[in-house]
């Protein structure tokens, strides 16, 4: 009696495999970039919070209670201020070996537009250059 496996038998587990893998791969990209999702929103909104404390403590800095007026606070300014560490920078959804073009979104590098709107200032991210400083 010979003790083994057949080539059959080898061949079914692999496309079992292959099969449970095509299965399973797509669902954890999807919870993974999902993850990165929500990190991001997360990064985003830290971000944010942090121009409010820092215009709430420089109100005059803020622009004229005009509808539409606006100006902008850079992620730059406010780490160099010590209000946002480098982990606080860190985009989440940027993975090494990306292309170079992803490069430029490695941190968080643009700006808090604050916006005067229906009476209340507006707090927005935007991954742009800060033109219009508060």
């Given at each position: 009696?010979?003790?083994?496996?057949?080539?059959?038998?080898?061949?079914?587990?692999?496309?079992?495999?292959?099969?449970?893998?095509?299965?399973?791969?797509?669902?954890?990209?999807?919870?993974?970039?999902?993850?990165?999702?929500?990190?991001?929103?997360?990064?985003?909104?830290?971000?944010?919070?942090?121009?409010?404390?820092?215009?709430?403590?420089?109100?005059?800095?803020?622009?004229?209670?005009?509808?539409?007026?606006?100006?902008?606070?850079?992620?730059?300014?406010?780490?160099?201020?010590?209000?946002?560490?480098?982990?606080?920078?860190?985009?989440?959804?940027?993975?090494?070996?990306?292309?170079?073009?992803?490069?430029?979104?490695?941190?968080?590098?643009?700006?808090?537009?604050?916006?005067f709107t229906n009476?209340?200032?507006?707090?927005?991210?935007?991954?742009?250059?800060?033109t219009n400083a508060?």
């Amino acid at each position: 009696m010979k003790k083994g496996f057949t080539l059959v038998e080898l061949l079914g587990v692999i496309v079992i495999l292959g099969l449970i893998a095509m299965i399973a791969i797509p669902t954890i990209n999807t919870a993974l970039n999902d993850s990165r999702q929500r990190a991001y929103n997360e990064q985003v909104d830290t971000i944010e919070d942090t121009a409010r404390t820092y215009m709430s403590k420089n109100s005059l800095k803020l622009p004229s209670q005009t509808e539409g007026s606006s100006c902008c606070l850079s992620v730059d300014m406010m780490q160099k201020e010590g209000l946002l560490t480098s982990d606080d920078i860190e985009n989440p959804k940027y993975r090494e070996g990306s292309t170079e073009e992803e490069e430029n979104f490695k941190n968080f590098n643009g700006s808090v537009i604050i916006t005067f709107t229906n009476n209340k200032y507006s707090y927005e991210y935007a991954n742009t250059t800060c033109t219009n400083a508060c």
